[in-house]
């Protein structure tokens, strides 16, 4: 089993920045891959930003120059910094990690961009 612990979602301003963490545990060998995801209510959940285990990154068109996803040296613990939020980021912020045999889901961290 696998667990991911997400962290950093909250209350911003529009323009303001946030950072998110999610840290994977348990029994983990290789990881393809992290990203994370967002979903607002009404709507499907969409890929923000990934990772690949060779660093190479990918970016929803959205967040482009905006957000950057990075990762700690380990590669387990994928952090997105998020830049000039706009109120259309309000959303629950996923994070997801892929592994050879399934991928697991973290429980969702929400965001909120209000004045």
């Known amino acids: 089993q696998v667990q991911l612990v997400e962290s950093g979602g909250g209350l911003v301003q529009p323009g303001g920045s946030l950072r998110l963490s999610c840290a994977a545990s348990?029994?983990?060998?290789?990881?393809?891959?992290m990203g994370w995801y967002r979903q607002a209510p009404g709507n499907q959940r969409e890929l923000i930003a990934a990772?690949?285990?060779?660093?190479?990154?990918n970016y929803a068109d959205s967040v482009k120059g905006r957000f950057n996803i990075s990762r700690d040296n380990a590669k387990t613990t994928v952090y997105l910094q998020m830049n000039s939020l706009k109120p259309e980021a309000t959303a629950v912020y996923y994070c997801?990690?892929?592994?050879?045999?399934?991928?697991?889901w973290g429980q969702g961290t929400q965001v909120t961009v209000s004045s």
């Open positions: 997801n990690c892929k592994l050879p045999a399934r991928e697991y």
């Open positions: 348990g029994s983990i060998f290789i990881i393809y891959g």
């Open positions: 990772i690949t285990s060779g660093g190479s990154t």
